[in-house]
């Protein structure tokens, strides 16, 4: 019997991680299915331990504090030079706390080791756990991947979200942890360029599409007709915090317009989040801004399924968070994206999709952003290609399973 740990990054209100994690795992049983010995498969978050993130979180600000402190008491450490070098100091001392944390904590031992150590092959299900940094989903990585090379267990990384981190020491914490020893192979849905200029064997990388792609086939989804459309909404600081200059009131502004046009336009729409707290509560404040009813808002989803049916009711959406489109798409709902990190554009061209997605410069045209909805809607998603790539997916995966054996 051989034992599958498939690996996803759950925080509370994050539906769409679980849902890539059943996803793929609803395609890796299709890949082991034929084995004689026969396979089972445990889904397990990795985020570490809510009292271990709280001590880290403490730390991180007490050490953030004390820079603030000198910044104020002395002009020199106001410097832009210095205040880099500070950030990764910071950074470092942080990795360095984690290292000691992860070898010395018992709890935190035993919670890895009763996920890990009776596995013989440990999979990073997906999502962008090498992307948007201020996550530090590292934390979690560092610790399976410790743990793995004590237990002597062979990981694989698939079609993981990464991008070249802008903070020095963030860029050699991803180096160390992607060279670890344990790895057999590691796939990404976005940037293989980067992945494979940090990889001491390039060859073990590959690019294939998010498993998220197979949310029809996994939930066996019947796509329903209808002429609504779906609004998804994203927290107005997720731009800022990915170095796109747009206010929070910008972002506000730039929904109501697309609101107000689209029903101009004689389009019913409807706002919805993919399960995020902070993405709802705008969705409030955009009703509360319109003087709308609270049926304008979907409820929020708490599980993947209500993720899943929440999408399913729509003719097209335009949306920020990429699993949106992804779901969307995999159901043959045209999406037409709105950009605040590449990986939203690298799915748009991994998809072959012949309409724009909308960047922040086009914020304040409406017009321009109907008319992507509208041409999304009237060309639609070219199945032959999609099955095509989907198909070329899988043999990868394949390939890499059989080998890990």
């Not at 034929?34 to 709280?54: A, H, T, V």
């Not at 043959?332 to 590449?342: F, M, Q, S, T």
């Not at 748009?348 to 922040?360: G, P, R, S, V």
Request: glycine share 4%; hydrophobic share 40%; charged share 25%.
């Amino acid at each position: 019997m051989i034992k599958i740990v498939s690996l996803y990054a759950q925080y509370k209100d994050s539906p769409a991680d679980e849902l890539i994690c059943d996803v793929f795992n609803f395609l890796i049983s299709k890949i082991y299915n034929n084995l004689e010995e026969g396979f089972s498969i445990s889904k397990q978050n990795f985020i570490p331990p809510d009292d271990n993130i709280i001590i880290f979180r403490k730390k991180q600000r007490q050490i953030r504090l004390l820079q603030n402190i000198l910044s104020y008491k002395c002009k020199y450490f106001s410097n832009d030079v210095v205040t880099r070098i500070f950030v990764n100091l910071r950074i470092l001392i942080l990795f360095v706390f984690w290292i000691f944390t992860v070898k010395n904590d018992k709890s935190l031992k035993k919670h890895y080791r009763d996920i890990l150590k009776k596995a013989d092959i440990v999979y990073f299900a997906g999502g962008g756990i090498f992307q948007t940094s201020y996550v530090q989903f590292w934390l979690g990585i560092y610790a399976v991947l410790y743990f793995c090379n004590k237990y002597n267990k062979k990981v694989i990384f698939n079609a993981i979200g990464i991008e070249k981190p802008k903070i020095l020491i963030e860029q050699i914490i991803y180096k160390i942890l992607l060279n670890n020893k344990c790895i057999v192979a590691i796939t990404t849905r976005d940037d293989i360029d980067y992945l494979q200029s940090i990889l001491k064997e390039p060859s073990k990388s590959s690019k294939i599409l998010d498993p998220a792609l197979w949310t029809r086939e996994c939930y066996q989804v019947e796509p329903k007709k209808s002429e609504l459309i779906g609004i998804g909404v994203i927290r107005s600081k997720i731009f800022y915090d990915n170095g796109i200059e747009v206010t929070v009131d910008k972002v506000l502004q730039f929904y109501v317009n697309l609101v107000l046009e689209l029903e101009k336009r004689g389009y019913k729409c409807q706002l919805f989040s993919n399960g995020n707290k902070a993405d709802y509560k705008l969705g409030q404040d955009i009703l509360k801004y319109l003087g709308r009813d609270s049926s304008f808002l979907a409820p929020s989803p708490e599980t993947a399924e209500n993720l899943v049916d929440t999408i399913n009711q729509y003719k097209a959406i335009i949306a920020a968070r990429l699993h949106a489109t992804v779901i969307a798409t995999s159901i043959g709902i045209p999406a037409v994206g709105i950009v605040w990190n590449p990986k939203n554009l690298g799915f748009k061209e991994a998809l072959n999709l012949n309409w724009d997605f909308i960047t922040f410069d086009k914020f304040n045209n409406v017009e321009y952003i109907i008319k992507q909805l509208e041409k999304a809607i009237s060309i639609g998603i070219n199945e032959y290609y999609l099955e095509m790539s989907k198909k070329h997916t899988l043999e990868i995966m394949d390939v890499i399973s059989r080998r890990s054996l």
